[in-house]
C-alpha cells in the first residue's frame, strides 16, 4: 500500500472518530447500557486501587449478581470476568497520565478502533486489490449507529474486535504468501478477543475448520501451526478455569450461562423484538440499500458472466463457517440479544463485513479514469448520508433524560460530602434504590453493597450487612424506597444532606421521626404556599376546577366535592417555576377528605412540557387516609424535578376521577420547599 495512501486512510479514521466522539469523549457511563459501562469503568479503577493485580479484578460492590442474584453480601469487591486486558492497560493509562477521569477509559477504546478500521482497511485491500473497494467497506463499518455508540465507550467490543480484525488480516496474508509467521501471529490476535469477549472464538475455529480441509488436500503442513494453535486454546481454556475459581469463591458482576429461547414461537419473537429494537442501530437504512445495490451489480455481472471467484473460495468457506458459528452462539444466548446491542459487534458484524468485501472483490476493478472517476463520485454520494446518519444516531442515544443520568447527578461530588463528614474511603456503604451498581460507588470512591429493587424484604435483608452508613437518593428514597418501607425511617440517623442525597447511620432502637424532621422541612421557608379554603370564590389564576359544597364541611362554610360525572377535580397548575423547578424541590400537600366509601381517585403531581407530561408523581387518596364517614388529612410530599429550561413548563397538582368517584374536600394546601 503506498505511503501516501496510508496517511490519507489514517487521517480519514481519526477524522471522523473527532467528528463522532470529539463532544462526548470525557462523558461519564451513560445512556443506553450505562450498567455495564459503568461496570468496566469500575474495573479499570479497581486496578489503580488493587496496585495493578491483574489476577484479582475487583469493581466496587460487595454483593454481586452473580450467583445469588444480589442477595449475598461478599467481604471483598472481586469478581470474575473475561480476560479484562483492556480494563488492565485503561488503568494504566490513567496510572500514566495522574487522571482517572473517563476520558482516558474512552480515548484507550477510540484509538484501538482506530487500529481496527485501518487493518480492515488493509484487508480489504488484500482481499479486492481495489483501494476505493476498500474505502467503502472502512466507512461502511465506521459509520455504523452501533458501532460508533461503542467506539469510545467502556467495553471490550470494539477492542476485540479490532484485534479480530487484525488477526484475520494476517490470516488472509498466510493464505495469499503460505508465510507460517503469519498464521502464528494471526493466532495470536485472535486469541486475545477470544480471551477478552467468548464469541471471537467463532473465528479460530473457523479458520481451524478451512486448514482442515486444505490439509485433506495437501495445501498445508500440520506440525507448524501445532505451537500456536496449543498455546491459544491452553491460554483460553487456562483462564476459563481460572475464572471459574473466582466465580466460585468471589461471585461475579457477569453473566457465564446460555439463555436460548423455550422453544421456536419465543425464538420467533425473540428475533421480531431484536430487529424491531436494533435492526436501524446495527446498520441505518443507507447501509441496507447500499447492500441491496452491491447485490444487483453482482447479479448483472453474473449474467454477463464477468464475476471472477478465483482465489476467494478458501475466503468464502471460511466466511460461511463464521456465519454457522454465530447462528449457533445468537440461538444460545438469544434472549439476551433484545436488550444488548453489542452483542451483535461480538458475533455478526465482522463476517457481515468480510462478506460484503468478498462480494466487491468478484466484481471487476474500474480501471479506466471515467470509471475511477465515477465509482469515487458513487462512494462519496453514498458516504455522506452514512455519515450523517451516524452522527444524528450518537445525539438521539443520549437524547432522553433517564434514572441513570439523575444518579450521576445526585452522586456528583459525593466523594467530598463524604469527606466532609469525615467517613473515611475504607468504610462501606449501602445503597437503596441504585440504578446502576457500581455508579454511585464510583462517585463516592467508596466500596459497598447496592440494592437494586425496593422489596421490602431485600430492605429488610440488606439492613443486616456489616456496612458502615447507609447512603440515600432523597427524590428515589421519597419517591420509591419510603412508600413500600416506611419503617426503614424509625432507623436513619442523617449525618449529612447536600439536598441531592443524604448520608445516614443506622441506629440500634427505634426512633419517632417524620419525613419533615427527616429532611429538616419544619425549620424551612417554603417558596410557594398555596391554600384553598374553598369558603369563597378565588381569583388566583392558578387554581381550576374549584366546585364547592355545604352539604359537608370540615372547617368554614363550604367545603370542596368531586363529584361522579367529574374527571379532574380541584387542580393547582402554574407556568411561573423560577423559584419551584431552578434546583430539586420538596412538594407537601395536605387536605382534609370525607369519603362515603372507599375510593380509588389519585393525586397527581405532574410537570408538563410543551402538553406533555415529563415528570408525574401518583397518589391513591385512599393511600393517604384510611378511614370512611369521617373527616381526615392525608398528607404527601414528593419530590420535584429539576429543569434547566424552563420555557413552555407547567406544574399540576390535582385531583384524578376516572371510575367516578365522589368525595369531600376541605382546606386543600400545597407548600413547596
Known sequence: ????????????????????????????????????????????????????????????????????????????????????????????????????????????????????????????????????????????????????????????????????????????????????????????????????????????????????????????????????????????????????????????????????????????????????????????????????????????????????????????????????????????????????????????????????????????????????????????FISLPLIVNASQSQKKRRAEGSRTLTTIKNFTNADKLLDSLNIETDKKILILDSDTPNTPFILMKRKGFSVLNTRPHTIEQALKWDFDYIVLQNKFFLNDVYPVYPEILSRLAKKGDNGYISVCSLTSSEQKQTLFDFFNLNNTSPVVHAKMTFDSTTKESYWRNINTTDKKVFSGTKAGILNPSDLYGVTFKTSDLEEIMSSQRYLHFSSYFFLENIVDAELIVSVDHNGQSIFSVRKRIDEMVKQSGQWEKGKFLARSPEIENLDNHELSVYLYNPNQNSLYIDDWEIKIF
Open 1 to 380: 500500500m503506498p505511503l501516501v495512501q496510508k496517511y490519507s486512510v489514517t487521517i480519514l479514521i481519526v477524522v471522523l472518530g473527532l467528528v463522532f466522539h470529539l463532544n462526548y469523549i470525557d462523558e461519564f457511563p451513560a445512556h443506553i447500557h450505562a450498567w455495564a459501562q459503568a461496570d468496566r469503568y469500575a474495573l479499570a479503577l479497581g486496578f489503580l486501587n488493587n496496585g495493578f493485580n491483574f489476577f484479582k479484578p475487583e469493581m466496587f460492590i460487595m454483593n454481586h449478581q452473580f450467583p445469588h442474584d444480589w442477595e449475598v453480601a461478599y467481604t471483598e469487591s472481586i469478581t470474575a470476568v473475561d480476560f479484562p486486558i483492556h480494563d488492565y492497560l485503561s488503568a494504566v493509562l490513567m496510572k500514566t497520565t495522574g487522571n482517572d477521569s473517563p476520558l482516558f477509559f474512552r480515548s484507550y477504546v477510540l484509538l484501538y478502533s482506530f487500529l481496527g478500521l485501518f487493518f480492515l482497511f488493509k484487508l480489504s485491500y488484500l482481499i479486492t486489490k481495489d483501494h476505493l473497494k476498500s474505502l467503502f467497506i472502512l466507512i461502511f463499518a465506521a459509520t455504523s449507529p452501533v458501532f460508533v455508540y461503542y467506539q469510545s465507550s467502556f467495553l471490550p467490543s470494539v477492542p476485540s474486535l479490532a484485534n479480530a480484525i487484525i488477526g484475520l488480516y494476517l490470516y488472509t496474508k498466510y493464505l495469499i504468501h503460505k508465510k507460517e509467521s503469519y498464521f502464528g501471529f494471526g493466532i495470536l490476535f485472535l486469541t486475545l478477543p477470544a480471551l477478552s469477549r467468548t464469541t471471537f472464538i467463532i473465528p479460530i475455529i473457523a479458520i481451524l475448520g478451512v486448514e482442515f480441509l486444505r490439509f485433506l488436500k495437501k495445501e498445508n503442513q500440520v506440525l507448524p501451526k501445532v505451537v500456536p494453535v496449543t498455546l491459544s486454546f491452553a491460554s483460553i481454556i487456562t483462564y476459563f478455569f481460572y475464572n471459574k475459581y473466582l466465580r466460585e469463591t468471589y461471585g461475579s458482576a457477569f453473566l457465564n450461562y446460555l439463555l436460548p429461547p423455550r422453544d421456536f414461537n419465543h425464538a420467533k419473537e425473540l428475533l421480531g423484538t431484536t430487529f424491531q429494537n436494533w435492526g436501524t442501530e446495527y446498520f441505518s437504512v443507507y447501509h441496507y440499500l447500499t447492500v441491496g445495490l452491491i447485490t444487483i451489480g453482482i447479479l448483472i455481472f453474473f449474467l454477463k458472466k464477468k464475476i471472477s471467484f478465483r482465489g476467494l473460495s478458501w475466503l468464502l468457506l471460511l466466511n460461511a463457517l463464521m456465519f454457522l458459528g454465530c447462528i449457533l452462539f445468537a440461538g444460545a444466548m438469544l434472549r439476551q440479544f433484545p436488550a444488548h446491542d453489542y452483542y451483535f459487534l461480538d458475533t455478526f458484524f465482522l463476517p457481515i463485513l468480510l462478506f460484503i468485501t468478498i462480494l466487491l472483490a468478484m466484481l471487476p476493478k474500474p480501471e479506466k479514469r471515467y470509471a475511477k472517476v465515477l465509482a469515487t463520485s458513487i462512494i462519496i
